[in-house]
């Protein structure tokens, strides 16, 4: 299906807002973009000087010129007065209640973020997406990392990080596809309904190829609740295109079924997935996202806008057979004390956590370390896992829920958590950081709480051992 785009309206010389800079480069990616349009920028953010300063300084040259003014600690009506167009973050909750957006919406403003602006820069370039509660970065990495060793000339953006927006204005030549890992809330900007409201066209995006890891329970705190939340899942299913569906635990399908029994869903298992080569990634669920991979791979090369070319499904196997994972997701940092160290900060759904657990042998010698911003959803099967293991470590908001009866259980805060866990533990354990919560009450973000676990592990006693330096 073709998106229908509505037109922008002219921006130079033209007042343009963005709401929310944020630290993943798609702010940034649309304030570069739009100011190259010739408009003046005005970004607002309720967050510090201080804690935007990175962002800041990334924009220094166009903050020098005047064509980007930042206002930080703040978001009023102010900001998006007279804006011909008002780029929201994904990360803004419900932004149909928002009254900045609606007030801008209503003064005529289109209303938009950056993966739409990079998806309509982009139109015609074919695309596949990938979506998912958990598994999704991992997936669309490996998708990406495959294709280009079979000779396919990709982009990879949207929630992985960076902007499109910036590969699309310094570059002269486009790819052959676009792999696109998007959240729940880019894919309910880029439907239908958020296309219209906001004013950026007159049907939904979809993807050429969609691909679709699990869906569980999340991120009830931005959509109100489940049925809009997998309602917006289910953008990734383009009309007409293939559709690649990972295998859904059947129990959770029944307990999500039980909270959205009419909205669209999806076969446990439509399609016979490959079977994936030896990998470097641990855990049966890397397994499976191998294989989704290797399937998405096979549907691009066969998808008619791969035909002609000549492709290798040899090469993007071997490729994805090396993959050696992403940063905070379980990550190995380091053995203590012959106790080893995985950094899983990624983890922020409860299925997530469960499935770091799973990846390894015995739970028996696992120290987990959980908990976090609380997101609204039932924490109630990580605390269930707590039986099974050498320790569980509650930490944030959540801790109080997730917190078993033990003194040492209830932690509080990370470096409590790593040092009552280390203490504890023995050579051969495993110290799993899996939180299954979102980082926000305590941390920036994920990869701020991967690090300063990482920090804590090298700076305990004895000496943390790198990851590089251990047999493997």
């Known amino acids: 299906m073709t998106t229908r785009w509505a037109p922008l309206p002219p921006l130079r010389g033209a007042r343009a807002a963005v709401l929310g800079l944020g630290k993943f480069g798609g702010s940034a990616g649309a304030i570069r973009w739009l100011a190259a349009q010739g408009a003046h920028v005005v970004v607002s953010d309720k967050a510090s000087a201080t804690k935007l300063a990175p962002g800041i300084e990334a924009l220094a040259d166009l ?275 012959g106790v080893r160290c995985y950094n899983d900060s990624k983890s922020t759904t409860p299925g997530s956590a469960r499935l770091a657990v799973a990846s390894f042998v015995d739970p028996g010698r696992i120290h987990l370390i959980v908990g976090g911003y609380d997101k609204g959803v039932d924490l109630g099967s990580i605390r269930e896992l707590a039986p099974q293991l050498a320790g569980l470590y509650a930490i944030g908001q959540t801790g109080p829920t997730l917190a078993m009866s033990e003194p040492w259980s209830h932690c509080g805060t990370l470096s409590v958590a790593v040092e009552r866990s280390l203490d504890r533990a023995h050579a051969g354990d495993i110290l799993l950081l899996s939180p299954g919560c979102a980082s926000w009450d305590q941390f920036s973000d994920f990869e701020a709480r991967g690090e300063a676990f990482a920090s804590l592990c090298r700076s305990s006693r004895p000496r943390m051992h790198r990851a590089d330096t251990i047999p493997s």
Not at 207 to 212: D, F, Q
Not at 284 to 289: A, E, L, S
């Open 63 to 337: 903050i020098g010129s005047g064509q980007v003014e930042v206002r930080a600690g703040q978001q009023d009506l102010g900001d998006v007065d007279g804006a011909a167009i008002v780029v929201a973050s994904a990360a803004v909750p419900m932004p149909w209640q928002n009254h900045l957006l609606d007030a801008a919406r209503r003064a005529g403003s289109i209303v938009t973020t950056e993966i739409t602006l990079a998806l309509r820069e982009l139109d015609g370039i074919p695309s596949l997406a990938v979506t998912g509660s958990a598994g999704k970065s991992t997936t669309t990495s490996l998708i990406h990392h495959g294709l280009q060793a079979a000779g396919v000339a990709t982009w990879i953006g949207g929630n992985i990080g960076g902007s499109l927006l910036d590969l699309a204005r310094a570059s002269t030549t486009r790819p052959d596809w676009l792999v696109l890992e998007l959240s729940s809330a880019q894919l309910w900007w880029l439907g239908a309904e958020a296309m219209a409201w906001g004013g950026m066209g007159s049907s939904a995006w979809s993807p050429s190829i969609g691909v679709l890891t699990n869906v569980a329970p999340n991120h009830v705190d931005w959509h109100g609740s489940i049925r809009h939340y997998v309602a917006s899942k289910a953008g990734i299913v383009p009309p007409h295109g293939p559709a690649l569906l990972s295998t859904q635990d059947q129990a959770l399908t029944a307990v999500l079924r039980r909270h959205v029994d009419d909205a669209p869903w999806w076969p446990v298992d439509p399609t016979r997935l490959p079977e994936p080569p030896p990998l470097c990634l641990p855990g049966t669920h890397n397994q499976r996202n191998a294989a989704l991979a290797l399937a998405a791979i096979e549907a691009v090369l066969a998808h008619p806008a791969s035909r002609g070319a000549t492709h290798s499904m040899a090469k993007a196997t071997e490729a994805i057979s090396q993959f050696r994972g992403l940063p905070h997701r379980l990550e190995l940092v380091g053995e203590v004390g």
